[in-house]
């Protein structure tokens, strides 16, 4: 078990890191104590900012020797707490934001090394400077850090294309518990030496090592791409043509994303200069997007295979973008609806993911079971319908105080949602990872033999337990 830092040992870290490296000052440690959905705040003894590898693991074998922990953040952008220390004030907040550095950019492999601090907006504008681009994307780009989306295996909506964080990482380096450097940033394609630290390390919130830098894979940049925005009937007509789309397009089509009518109307009502595509309203909708380098065949397929869909009754109607602000118009009425979800007031969050073909089976029968033990509760499904993942939330109904039914019937609600998720194969987080937020109906409902290998993983590499206490398990 972890225990409190020593003024000995705050002495030791504060004279190693320098004034620009340490700071004790609650003003400067405010921002970085609460998680960006506003739901965990918590204290900490002191916040260690090291601007090199060494002096991350330096930072280290110093914990180690009081049994000191240690909650790695990067942007702060997570959703599920996994980044906020607990309220007892005695852990250490190490921030990995001054380790800010584009180490180097291999043209020719399409490799590049980034530190854990780079913001990732920061980091496609350096790919593309170099003509290449970096094959994920997400609506916290502007804080979202390189080392938070290694630790939590971020998604996005370019997965149906490109996978998730954990396939663009070619390798890591990253500090582990004992104070010892992992360098395993050379991308190689076949390595046998057992176990892979690499996946590990990805997905592991910070458990098992911090990671300090990665190598990630680069594709060259798409000169053109073609969005739609379609109107469909339910997510049914909705995976009907992700397999069309799929079959006769192939690896061009990189987005896809289901928006139902309720969470559209939400954006327009909270998010300044956005509009409808489309006059009529439709009960859901879609945002398709194909990239690639050849602008007019892309066109031509994509105008082609919503004509067929249209002819055949599979989809209402559609608007293509004709330029690329008109595109990001599309995609901002996307990215948006987290920000307008919260202008509407609390809800339950959910981040979850089923095997695609049974995901419209899941949109529609999960807001059945809810409201047979929830009279009135409302739940909505958006996004990564493409890849299986949906963002569901639910809300309180109509015309009572939201906070009070949700501290009431919270943890019930969603352990329905998972435990319905799971009966269909599915898991209970896709992309936000477990943090605090899920870490304990995790223990509760998910497979024995997955947390006693979880478990297992985490005491034979953390046996003092000083890497993010308190989250992903319990």
């Not at 952008?77 to 921030?95: F, H, I, W």
């Not at 269909?424 to 997955?450: N, T, W």
Request: glycine share 10%; with cysteine; aromatic share 4%.
């Amino acid at each position: 078990m972890s225990r409190a830092p020593s003024p000995a040992l705050l002495d030791r870290l504060a004279a190693l890191l320098g004034p620009k490296g340490y700071t004790i000052d609650p003003d400067i440690m405010a921002p970085w104590l609460t998680d960006w959905r506003g739901k965990y705040t918590g204290r900490a003894t002191a916040m260690l900012s090291p601007a090199s590898t060494e002096e991350v693991a330096a930072v280290v074998r110093l914990c180690v020797e009081e049994q000191a922990a240690l909650v790695p953040q990067g942007g702060n952008s997570g959703m599920v707490g996994g980044a906020t220390p607990d309220a007892g004030g005695n852990q250490l907040l190490l921030s990995l934001r001054r380790m800010n550095r584009v180490r180097s950019i291999d043209t020719v492999a399409r490799i590049a090394v980034a530190e854990a601090g780079v913001i990732l907006e920061t980091f496609h504008h350096e790919a593309l400077a170099h003509g290449l681009r970096f094959p994920l994307t997400l609506g916290g780009k502007g804080s979202a850090t390189i080392g938070g989306l290694v630790s939590t295996n971020a998604g996005g909506t370019q997965v149906l294309r490109h996978g998730t964080m954990r396939a663009l990482v070619a390798g890591i380096e990253a500090v582990l518990p004992d104070g010892s450097i992992f360098d395993g940033l050379a991308p190689l394609k076949k390595d046998n030496r057992g176990y892979d630290l690499r996946h590990l390390l990805c997905g592991a919130e910070g458990t098992l090592g911090i990671v300090t830098a990665a190598s990630l894979h680069l594709v060259p940049a798409a000169t053109a791409r073609r969005t739609a925005w379609v109107a469909i009937d339910s997510p049914e007509r909705a995976l009907q043509l992700l397999r069309q789309l799929d079959a006769h397009i192939g690896r061009e089509l990189e987005g896809f994303e289901i928006i139902p009518r309720a969470c559209l109307d939400a954006v327009l009502r909270h998010i300044p200069q956005t509009r409808a595509p489309m006059a009529a309203e439709y009960p859901w909708h879609i945002l398709a997007e194909l990239a690639g380098n050849d602008d007019e065949a892309l066109g031509n397929a994509l105008e082609r295979e919503l004509a067929v869909a249209l002819d055949a009754g599979l989809i209402r109607d559609v608007v293509l973008a004709k330029n690329d602000r008109e595109s990001d118009d599309f995609w901002r009425l996307r990215d948006s609806i987290s920000e307008a979800a919260r202008a509407e007031g609390p809800a339950l969050q959910h981040d979850v993911s089923v095997p695609v073909d049974v995901m419209p089976t899941f949109i529609a029968d999960n807001p059945v079971r809810l409201t047979q033990t929830f009279p009135g509760a409302r739940a909505l499904s958006f996004g990564h319908l493409g890849d299986g993942n949906v963002h569901h939330h639910v809300q309180p109904p109509v015309d009572i105080n939201g906070a009070a039914w949700i501290a009431e019937h919270g943890a019930a609600v969603s352990r329905l949602v998972y435990a319905h998720v799971i009966e269909l194969g599915g898991s209970l987080s896709a992309e936000h990872g477990i943090g605090q937020m899920k870490r304990d109906v995790m223990a509760e409902l998910d497979s024995p033999a997955r947390l006693a290998a979880l478990r297992g993983i985490k005491t034979g590499l953390d046996p003092a337990g000083i890497f993010n206490p308190g989250k992903l398990i319990a």
